[in-house]
């Protein structure tokens, strides 16, 4: 760990930087959370003011660096069927609105995935909703799970999870049902869960291309790090994404803001989905 001088121009160049490079706004009074999440590799750099890093950065050998950076000033946790109401909406609403018979296809894409809890998560409802219908045993999940974080992929890719972050809202039921036990500590989601997801690392600054059209969209809990113009154009990229009729679901605190003409308000109660129009 090392202390170093956050200067109020290397703050503001710094926060340019990052803002620029993945679209996260970082407010005036956040130079602690800098301080304490770049500590480690601004000893390893033996960096004493941020604008060292900075100038580093910016370079053209300086990718490898700022993957490092971004990876650290990201937030990877978060939790098993998190919220709880998205994923009785998967199961109540869009389900049964796309897997209809044995030859259904759905595909969903986790545009902020982290270490893998929501993908393996929304394969887990599927599964789940599969099983209880004879008539789908031939429908087809297709789950693509994108992350700016390739620290936090290769997390999610090797889905392995210690007992502490399986408690973080994953039944003992589910637990044991989806899941083996590799150690004393450690278990591997099984491999007919893992089967439908395919991890890519996505920058949501960046195209969309490589990820097809979708039926369903997941964007929990990200927008919200970004300013008003980014937020807008991400809402506008990802409407295009979704199929004519394809849903929209993001974080509860997250809303469309002046882009009715695109999505229309769904209230399933609890929660909201956004359907393209």
């Given at each position: 760990?090392?202390?170093?001088?956050i200067?109020?121009q290397?703050?503001?160049q710094f926060?340019?930087?990052?803002?620029?490079?993945?679209?996260?706004?970082l407010?005036?009074n956040?130079?602690?959370?800098?301080q304490s999440?770049l500590?480690?590799l601004?000893g390893?750099?033996?960096?004493?003011?941020l604008?060292?890093?900075?100038?580093?950065?910016t370079?053209?050998?300086?990718k490898?660096?700022?993957?490092?950076?971004?990876?650290?000033m990201?937030?990877?946790e978060?939790l098993?069927?998190?919220d709880?109401?998205?994923?009785?909406?998967?199961s109540k609403v869009?389900?049964p609105?796309?897997?209809?018979?044995s030859?259904?296809?759905m595909?969903?894409w986790s545009?902020a995935?982290?270490?893998g809890?929501?993908p393996?998560s929304?394969?887990?409802a599927?599964?789940?909703?599969i099983?209880?219908s004879?008539?789908?045993?031939?429908?087809?999940?297709?789950i693509?799970?994108?992350?700016?974080?390739?620290?936090?992929?290769?997390?999610?890719?090797?889905?392995e999870y210690?007992?502490?972050a399986?408690?973080?809202?994953?039944?003992?039921?589910?637990?044991?049902?989806f899941f083996?036990q590799?150690?004393?500590?450690?278990w591997?989601?099984?491999?007919d869960?893992?089967?439908?997801?395919?991890?890519?690392?996505?920058?949501l600054l960046?195209s969309?291309?490589m990820?097809?059209r979708?039926?369903?969209i997941?964007?929990?809990?990200?927008l919200?790090?970004?300013?008003?113009?980014?937020?807008?154009?991400?809402?506008?990229?990802?409407?295009?994404?979704?199929?004519p009729?394809?849903?929209?679901?993001?974080?509860?605190?997250?809303?469309?803001?002046g882009?009715a003409e695109?999505?229309e308000?769904?209230?399933?109660?609890?929660?909201?989905l956004?359907?393209?129009?």
């Amino acid at each position: 760990m090392s202390s170093f001088t956050i200067s109020p121009q290397g703050f503001k160049q710094f926060s340019t930087y990052l803002q620029n490079s993945c679209g996260i706004v970082l407010a005036e009074n956040k130079q602690y959370l800098v301080q304490s999440r770049l500590a480690k590799l601004m000893g390893e750099q033996q960096y004493s003011q941020l604008e060292q890093l900075v100038a580093a950065m910016t370079v053209p050998s300086g990718k490898r660096l700022t993957d490092r950076v971004v990876d650290a000033m990201t937030t990877n946790e978060t939790l098993w069927f998190r919220d709880a109401h998205p994923y009785e909406v998967l199961s109540k609403v869009l389900f049964p609105a796309f897997l209809k018979n044995s030859t259904s296809r759905m595909k969903v894409w986790s545009a902020a995935c982290a270490t893998g809890q929501e993908p393996y998560s929304i394969s887990i409802a599927a599964t789940e909703f599969i099983e209880k219908s004879p008539g789908l045993r031939g429908a087809k999940m297709e789950i693509v799970a994108t992350d700016i974080s390739s620290t936090a992929l290769e997390a999610a890719k090797k889905g392995e999870y210690e007992l502490f972050a399986l408690g973080r809202g994953l039944s003992k039921q589910r637990q044991e049902k989806f899941f083996s036990q590799v150690s004393d500590d450690t278990w591997k989601v099984n491999q007919d869960i893992r089967a439908p997801i395919s991890f890519k690392g996505i920058n949501l600054l960046d195209s969309y291309a490589m990820i097809g059209r979708c039926d369903v969209i997941f964007c929990r809990n990200v927008l919200i790090y970004f300013s008003s113009d980014l937020k807008r154009s991400i809402l506008e990229k990802l409407h295009g994404q979704l199929k004519p009729g394809g849903y929209l679901v993001l974080g509860a605190s997250e809303s469309l803001p002046g882009l009715a003409e695109k999505f229309e308000m769904i209230h399933c109660h609890p929660g909201i989905l956004y359907k393209a129009k």
